[in-house]
Each structure stands twice: as structure tokens, then as C-alpha cells.
């Protein structure tokens, strides 16, 4: 069995955003050489979060943002010092981590399905961090 470790540095720009990263995931899977295996996808930021979603029209990543500040919105009741709690429930409902098979040196995608960065407390500098596994 195969290892291929590699970061992906993502710049936000927004206090929320969605970040579609598949070409870029693409082509570490094309750089790894695994032909069949997994590949796993990690945010270590609590308060940004990884998805996947439609990627044909861009009102779903807008109705998500809006549904998740609908939820989860800027409270002065919260608590954190910070002042950016509904960030930090944003990622955890969310996620920090997304799985994807590998085959034929392809990540196994449906026809609609794209890979989200989701920012919640931008803008800044991000990482993904990513590990290719497989022969």
C-alpha cells in the first residue's frame, strides 16, 4: 500500500464562504500515481468545515450560508470570549473531515458532487490537509 501526504493552502476571503477545491484535490490524487484506493480530506480549524455538494448551480452554496446563519446566527448571548461561536457549531454540524474513493487515478465523484471548503470566520489563510492511500 501506496502513502501520499500533501496540504492544501486555501486564502478566504469572506466571513462565510464555500470554496469549490475538487480540481485542486484532482490533481493531488493525479500527482499521488494511486490508481485505486481513498482519499482523505481533514480541516484542523474549528471553525471552518469540508463538504460535498451540488456543484451546477451557485444558489446551493448560497441557500446552505443562509441556512446555516438562519440556524446558527451572531448572538451576543453566546458565551465564547471570542464572539464567534456560531462559527464554531457551524463547523462542528458541518464536519472536519470527508472521505472519497479513488479509482483509476480519479476521485470517484457523482455527476453534480464538488468538494467545499466552508469558511465561517474569515476571511484568512486555511489548510487542508490530505492523504492518498491505496496501490
Known amino acids: 500500500m501506496k502513502i501520499y501526504n500533501d496540504l492544501l493552502q486555501v486564502k478566504t476571503n469572506k466571513d462565510e464562504e464555500m470554496i469549490d477545491i475538487t480540481e485542486k484535490v484532482s490533481e493531488f490524487v493525479k ?4 490508481q485505486n484506493g481513498m482519499v482523505h480530506l481533514f480541516v ?7 463538504t460535498i455538494n ?15 446563519r438562519h440556524a446558527f446566527p451572531i448572538e451576543k448571548e453566546f458565551l465564547h470570549f471570542e464572539g464567534n461561536s456560531h462559527a464554531h457549531i457551524k463547523s462542528s454540524v458541518i464536519g472536519n ?6 479509482e483509476d487515478n480519479q476521485l470517484k465523484l457523482g455527476r453534480w458532487q464538488a468538494i467545499y471548503f466552508c469558511e465561517f470566520d474569515g476571511p484568512r489563510q486555511r489548510q487542508v490537509y490530505i492523504q492518498i492511500m491505496g496501490e
Open 54 to 68: 451540488e456543484n451546477t448551480d451557485p444558489n446551493v452554496k448560497k441557500d446552505v450560508l443562509l441556512s446555516l
Open 97 to 102: 473531515t470527508q472521505s472519497l474513493i479513488v
Open 44 to 50: 484542523a480549524h474549528t471553525t471552518a468545515a469540508i
Open 31 to 34: 500527482e499521488s500515481k494511486i
